[in-house]
């Protein structure tokens, strides 16, 4: 007689016990991230949010933005480290809704695995759950799935959705902007979350090893794979106090992601404007640079895949720039002028325009002139001395 399975899941490499445990373990986490307007607590199959306060607004319209990490997390796997990818995740979906003057309600998360290992699922959250408190989002629900079979044990990936709500008569965007607004750019912590692929491709092309010390990033002894898990900053609570402190001086704002500087400054201005985005206002931090030339690459055709040092990009009124900067660098953001907008013609030297990205017909950047540390450009034909010593093999 034919012996029956009593957890045929399980032989099939589902682990349902080990999700239940990985709930248990981020639970804590998740709660800390509630108000009174979420509902239910943690596990039920849908978050529920009290949206009685809209009520208050005029005319409320509600912003969404879903997004992940990307390859960044093959890092965070490939060094066992996992308490910051969801802080990642959260700048990627939370700033986007910020761009338009939104502030976060809620967000959800959802991971995806090979294998469910508690400790590491309630790490991963625990980030979220970090991102999320800092700023000012409930962390409503979630979903681990577990897909042996389709990924490897260790493998993961990670995504998340957003919703934040704004008056209607106060959002942001390009129909606000005008010839002779500031653009300020707001100093980045690093890569972020985006153009990982290519620092992977350089990293391996160079046989650098993840675990090797990362000498020449100025990361105090931390090793590649640490120094390239620095976490995205988060911008989401201080330009909503930004936007309330210098009321109405605050224009468009511009999440520098997947398509660097000029794409996305290109996406918030109004179609017959433009603007020239001055590199000689900034240095790129240390490890554009390094990667840059482990590469054998020069800095400027990296500038559409890395923000090269800027996290965000604000237009602001040319009155309320000084406050606005200020502001900013108060709140520990680094922050400085990096062009004017006109809406003159194009002008015709000193090279070609990006007009628009990502569907939208706005108007047009160019990067010019060279940044502060001119032996960024031009490329190099070998590792520095002490990269080589360090992580060639």
């Not at 912003?63 to 390859?71: H, K, L, Q, Y």
């Not at 309330?244 to 996305?264: C, E, M, Q």
């Not at 990096?338 to 950047?365: I, N, R, S, W």
Request: a negative charge; proline letters at 4%; aromatic letters at 4%.
């Amino acid at each position: 007689m034919a012996t029956v399975s009593q957890n045929p899941y399980s032989e099939a490499g589902v682990d349902t016990a080990a999700g239940d445990l990985a709930v248990e373990l981020m639970k804590s986490a998740v709660r800390r991230t509630h108000g009174p307007e979420v509902i239910g607590g943690v596990g039920g199959f849908a978050g529920l949010f009290d949206a009685s306060a809209l009520l208050g607004y005029q005319h409320p319209l509600l912003a969404t933005s879903t997004d992940g990490v990307g390859t960044k997390v093959a890092i965070a796997q490939a060094i066992d480290k996992h308490d910051t990818i969801g802080i990642d995740l959260v700048g990627m979906v939370i700033d986007d809704i910020v761009v338009v003057g939104a502030k976060p309600l809620f967000m959800t998360d959802y991971i995806a695995c090979g294998k469910v290992v508690p400790q590491r699922i309630a790490d991963i959250v625990a980030g979220i759950a970090r991102g999320c408190s800092e700023t000012g989002t409930a962390l409503v629900g979630g979903e681990t799935a577990e897909h042996p079979g389709l990924l490897g044990p260790n493998d993961y990936d990670v995504a998340g959705a957003a919703t934040g709500v704004v008056e209607a008569s106060n959002i942001l965007g390009a129909d606000r902007v005008r010839a002779g607004d500031v653009v300020l750019a707001l100093a980045s912590s690093g890569l972020h979350s985006n153009g990982y692929s290519l620092v992977r491709h350089i990293i391996a092309g160079a046989g650098i090893a993840y675990g090797d010390r990362a000498v020449d990033l100025g990361t105090n002894g931390a090793s590649w794979g640490e120094s390239l898990l620095e976490p995205t900053r988060l911008y989401t609570s201080p330009l909503l106090r930004l936007i309330d402190g210098i009321d109405g001086g605050l224009h468009a704002l511009s999440h520098v992601t997947g398509g660097g500087i000029a794409a996305n400054l290109a996406r918030v201005l109004p179609l017959g404007t433009w603007v020239d985005v001055d590199r000689s206002t900034w240095a790129p931090p240390p490890v554009f640079q390094v990667l840059a030339e482990i590469g054998k690459l020069d800095i400027t055709a990296t500038e559409g895949t890395w923000n090269l040092g800027i996290g965000f990009l604000a237009i602001v009124s040319a009155e309320t720039a000084t406050a606005a900067t200020a502001a900013l660098e108060a709140e520990g953001i680094a922050t400085w002028q990096v062009g004017t907008v006109h809406d003159t013609a194009l002008p015709t030297d000193g090279g070609a325009f990006e007009q628009g990205a990502k569907g939208v017909d706005g108007g047009a950047v160019r990067l010019v002139g060279a940044y502060k540390n001119s032996a960024a450009q031009g490329g190099t034909t070998q590792i520095s001395d002490r990269a080589a010593a360090d992580g060639a093999k």
